[in-house]
């Protein structure tokens, strides 16, 4: 089984609507991270988590929001989904200092 | 701010040649670095990392960092076809930091 898991793999929803990505990760690493990527900007941080009680907010939050539910398990909102949130989403998961990541889900905006 | 620069190719070489690829990083407290391959519409996966100064070599892989420089790179010998992806380079800055910045990725085409 894969370390990390994320679901749905892909989705496609209506623009205004809410929507929830979700992480779990066997590895037992206390840092979890949501990226998005967009082709031709690279990987850009949403929000990271060190542990359950610590959730900080990276370089694009606006229109995010994350829930830590446990160590192995973080989840990405979409509180009101717009058509440029339209893209790759990364969960990933740290140890030390190394990230490993997640399948990714394709999230389409229409 | 924290930048790590990447030329985006592609860069191309035939079957067999070595590839060669570049990354350069503005903060000159960077203490980790990192090199991903990510498969078009795949997940980034960790390949190599180099924490001195000098060569590391993981079989056909090589991350060669020169922290004076803000230099670090990724050789790849013998190269084949599977190795065609995207190359990301990765920074840790340390300083109880655990976020990386990446850079924007290489594309790489190795020409059978």
């Known amino acids: 089984d894969a370390d990390v898991t994320q679901t749905p793999r892909n989705r496609i929803t209506k623009t205004g609507k809410r929507i929830m990505l979700e992480c779990s990760q066997t590895?037992?690493?206390?840092?979890m991270y949501w990226y998005r990527q967009d082709p031709g900007l690279g990987l850009q941080l949403i929000y990271y988590?060190?542990?359950?009680?610590?959730?900080n907010k990276g370089e694009i939050s606006d229109g995010y929001s994350v829930s830590r539910q446990a160590q192995a398990k973080f989840s990405l909102s979409l509180e009101s989904a717009i058509p440029n949130q339209t893209a790759l989403y990364f969960c990933?998961?740290?140890?030390?200092?190394?990230?490993?990541f997640g399948p990714g889900t394709r999230l389409t905006v229409t | 701010q924290k930048e790590v620069e990447q030329n985006s190719g592609p860069l191309s070489v035939p079957e067999g040649a070595i590839a060669s690829l570049n990354c350069t990083y503005s903060?000159?407290?960077?203490?980790?670095f990192f090199w991903y391959r990510q498969y078009s519409g795949k997940s980034p996966e960790l390949i190599m990392f180099?924490?001195?100064?000098g060569d590391k070599e993981d079989g056909r892989f090589t991350a060669q960092l020169n922290k004076a420089s803000q230099y670090v790179s990724l050789l790849i010998r013998d190269s084949q076809p599977s190795d065609s992806a995207t190359y990301l380079c990765?920074?840790?800055?340390?300083?109880?930091?655990?976020?990386?910045?990446f850079g924007k990725g290489t594309k790489l085409s190795v020409i059978p």
């Open positions: 990933a998961t740290s140890g030390t200092y190394e990230q490993y």
């Open positions: 590895k037992g690493h206390d840092r």
């Open positions: 988590s060190f542990d359950v009680k610590d959730i």
């Open positions: 903060d000159r407290g960077s203490q980790s």
């Open positions: 180099i924490y001195s100064n």
């Open positions: 990765a920074v840790h800055s340390g300083a109880g930091s655990y976020q990386l910045t």
